[in-house]
């Protein structure tokens, strides 16, 4: 996991000409059972799972700091015929009733995230702590959490984050989200050292 912006600008510059990643595991098993409604994707990257729910007929708002992500998750909307729009806040995002893929880019150490304003939330391969209370405030009632990122099991393998601050301690994301009913989780140190999350929050 990259440190710094410009990091994550060089990475996704390399992959951008790549063949787009698949979804996560977890985002393809659980795909046929998630709600309808509006889509926040934090730390969207280059867009693999904004694009995938843009093509279930999702509404979704896509978050990245970096201006090479959102670059080619317009290109390749554009590529696949959605609508694409850009906007200069959170706010603007959501009150938009518009289909297709919001954008924006925006920092998410200083991004305020409405309360009750989200169906779904989608955040993978990112951590960060602060942001926890914000997403679960940030759910509608019924709404579903699903987010993946890199354990401390990963410094025992090859690749992935170093740095002991972009990874989830033993056992920390099964009790991040309090407020949330749990309704998948594991965690995995085959390949790659990694816990997934499935939450819903009650009715």
């Known amino acids: 996991m990259a440190s710094n912006l410009a990091e994550w600008d060089e990475k996704h510059r390399a992959a951008a000409g790549a063949p787009p990643a698949e979804p996560a595991s977890i ?8 709600p309808r409604g509006l889509v926040l994707d934090l730390a969207c990257g280059l867009g693999r799972h904004a694009l995938l729910l843009a093509a279930q007929g999702q509404r979704v708002v896509a978050i990245d700091a970096s201006a090479v992500a959102m670059e080619t998750v317009e290109k390749r909307a554009h590529s696949a015929h959605w609508e694409v729009r850009h906007f200069p806040c959170l706010d603007d995002a959501i009150r938009s009733h518009a289909a297709g893929i919001h954008l924006l880019q ?4 200083e991004i305020v995230i409405p309360a009750s304003s989200f169906q779904l939330i989608f955040c993978f391969q990112y951590l960060q702590r602060s942001l926890f209370r914000p997403i679960e405030y940030a759910l509608l009632p019924g709404g579903i959490l699903l987010f993946e990122t890199f354990t401390r099991a ?9 740095n002991p ?19 998948f989780y594991r965690e995995l140190s085959a390949g ?3 816990a997934s999350l ?3 929050k009650p009715v």
Request: proline share 9%; net charge negative; hydrophobic share 45%.
């Open 106 to 109: 925006a920092n998410l150490d």
């Open 165 to 183: 601050e972009h990874l989830l301690e033993p056992g920390e994301l099964r009790t991040a989200f309090p407020t949330l009913h749990t309704l």
């Open 27 to 34: 985002v393809r098993e659980l795909l046929p059972l998630l």
């Open 154 to 162: 990963q410094l025992a393998l090859t690749g992935g984050p170093r």
């Open 192 to 194: 790659q050292g990694i």
């Open 198 to 200: 499935a939450a819903q």
